[in-house]
């Protein structure tokens, strides 16, 4: 299996503080990494250098093909920008264009940087919010959904721009309990089609059962890393 990821030696700081001490972890193409560890750990910072919205300061990045950061060197604008087409991203909060219906969200990456027709954006987007089950919310306004509506829409719009690699932000962090489960169940779902990804999660069960490698940051660091049966019944 080739590698989709590879991180090696990554650190960051802010100012003084250093966040990341030389982080090394690697995810093969269709595994799923859950990245776990209490609050402050320097997960979601680890996974916003993956697609560059942070700049490490050391260390070596390889992605999807390309190198991201090298020597804490981060590659070129206009790269980066090609690359985050193939780096789909999730974040707690849905970032979604209030004054788009949810149908322009999922379609305007595709239009603008892909150059789409409009016809085929927009059957593609049909397919994509069917499969996230919101077939029928494609004319609706963001305000007018839940948490849990608006994030699998999120995940609809970065599904839209065909990555190779999905990256997940503590996505179900800012939903009400209720709403989780149909959040999980499309990334379950992602996860059967082979779709490689990488998720920051504090929902434990579904690392346990989706998972194929579990990572445990503590301290800017990675403290142990394994698969899910071991880490969660037998660390060291």
């Given at each position: 299996?080739?590698?989709?990821?590879?991180?090696?030696?990554?650190?960051?700081?802010?100012?003084?503080?250093?966040?990341?001490?030389?982080?090394?972890?690697?995810?093969?193409?269709?595994?799923?990494?859950?990245?776990?560890?209490?609050?402050?750990?320097?997960?979601?910072?680890?996974?916003?250098?993956?697609?560059?919205?942070?700049?490490?300061?050391?260390?070596?990045?390889?992605?999807?093909?390309?190198?991201?950061?090298?020597?804490?060197?981060?590659?070129?604008?206009?790269?980066?920008?090609?690359?985050?087409?193939?780096?789909?991203?999730?974040?707690?909060?849905?970032?979604?264009?209030?004054?788009?219906?949810?149908?322009?969200?999922?379609?305007?990456?595709?239009?603008?940087?892909?150059?789409?027709?409009?016809?085929?954006?927009?059957?593609?987007?049909?397919?994509?919010?069917?499969k996230v089950g919101l077939g029928h919310k494609a004319e609706?306004?963001?305000?007018?959904?839940?948490?849990?509506?608006?994030?699998?829409?999120?995940?609809?719009?970065?599904?839209?721009?065909?990555?190779?690699?999905?990256?997940?932000?503590?996505?179900?962090?800012?939903?009400?309990?209720?709403?989780?489960?149909?959040?999980?169940?499309?990334?379950?779902?992602?996860?059967?089609?082979?779709?490689?990804?990488?998720?920051?999660?504090?929902?434990?069960?579904?690392?346990?059962?989706?998972?194929?490698?579990?990572?445990?940051?503590?301290?800017?660091?990675?403290?142990?890393?394994?698969?899910?049966?071991?880490?969660?019944?037998?660390?060291?």
């Amino acid at each position: 299996m080739d590698e989709v990821i590879r991180v090696e030696g990554l650190t960051k700081n802010f100012g003084q503080l250093q966040v990341l001490r030389g982080i090394d972890c690697s995810v093969k193409s269709k595994e799923v990494v859950c990245v776990i560890g209490p609050s402050g750990s320097g997960k979601s910072t680890f996974l916003r250098c993956l697609n560059g919205l942070e700049e490490p300061q050391g260390g070596r990045i390889d992605i999807c093909g390309r190198t991201l950061v090298n020597e804490g060197q981060m590659m070129g604008d206009k790269e980066l920008n090609a690359l985050r087409e193939e780096v789909g991203m999730v974040f707690q909060s849905f970032n979604l264009f209030p004054h788009l219906s949810v149908i322009d969200n999922v379609t305007l990456g595709p239009r603008k940087l892909h150059n789409m027709s409009r016809k085929d954006a927009d059957a593609l987007a049909h397919d994509l919010l069917k499969k996230v089950g919101l077939g029928h919310k494609a004319e609706a306004m963001p305000a007018s959904l839940s948490g849990g509506q608006k994030q699998r829409v999120a995940i609809a719009r970065a599904l839209a721009m065909r990555p190779k690699v999905m990256l997940f932000d503590e996505p179900t962090s800012a939903l009400d309990p209720e709403l989780v489960g149909e959040v999980l169940q499309v990334m379950k779902m992602l996860a059967a089609e082979g779709m490689t990804m990488m998720v920051v999660t504090h929902e434990m069960g579904f690392a346990k059962e989706v998972a194929d490698g579990v990572v445990v940051m503590d301290g800017g660091g990675i403290i142990e890393a394994g698969d899910p049966n071991t880490i969660f019944s037998n660390p060291s």
